[in-house]
């Protein structure tokens, strides 16, 4: 059984951000693009962010040149494509990363109009975390809209529920 707590939050991640988009599947863009007072405002925006931070926080782990913050929303499939990639990443980066390595400190620079100018330092550790928090905080909004769009049954995606699956698909038997 599972036990070291990134991998169970990488796993729990891929497995909750696969239930939204396999709900917002069947809606049409005209769904996807409807606007609601929270968050981002659209499912469409909502993924293409969660996304879109994911690919700008794992370069930061890799400590790669920063790929420019593309939140251009795209199709769902090209979204999900971008995910499962980022996934297979942030799978290697934890395969590559033993205790030693999550205290270390990762530097970002940046200098933009919405945040001025600075540096600020986190540890590998904080960063792993913070992306599998920061999907789980935007997966919540996405169930909140797709309640609003009427989507029924929604799915479920809490931790337990994922570990409890995972387990099971592991292993080939009930836990």
Excluded at 23 to 38: G, M, N, T, V
Excluded at 57 to 80: E, V
Aim: aromatic share 8%; net charge negative.
């Amino acid at each position: 059984m599972e036990s070291e707590p990134l991998r169970i939050l990488l796993n729990f991640d891929r497995w909750a951000t696969h239930r939204i988009f396999a709900a917002c599947k069947p809606l049409s863009d005209q769904e996807l693009d409807a606007e609601f007072s929270i968050g981002l405002g659209s499912l469409r925006k909502t993924l293409a962010h969660v996304v879109a931070c994911m690919d700008w926080w794992i370069d930061h782990c890799q400590q790669t040149t920063i790929r420019p913050f593309a939140s251009d929303a795209g199709s769902l499939d090209d979204m999900y494509h971008r995910y499962g990639a980022a996934w297979e990443q942030l799978t290697q980066i934890l395969a590559d990363s033993n205790l030693d390595r999550m205290d270390e400190v990762l530097v970002d620079s940046f200098d933009n109009a919405e945040y001025g100018k600075g540096t600020l330092r986190y540890r590998r550790s904080a960063v792993l975390l913070h992306i599998f928090n920061h999907g789980t905080h935007h997966r919540s909004q996405c169930l909140f809209m797709l309640r609003q769009l009427g989507v029924h049954p929604l799915p479920e995606i809490d931790l337990i529920d994922s570990h409890q699956e995972v387990e099971r698909m592991s292993s080939g038997s009930p836990i």
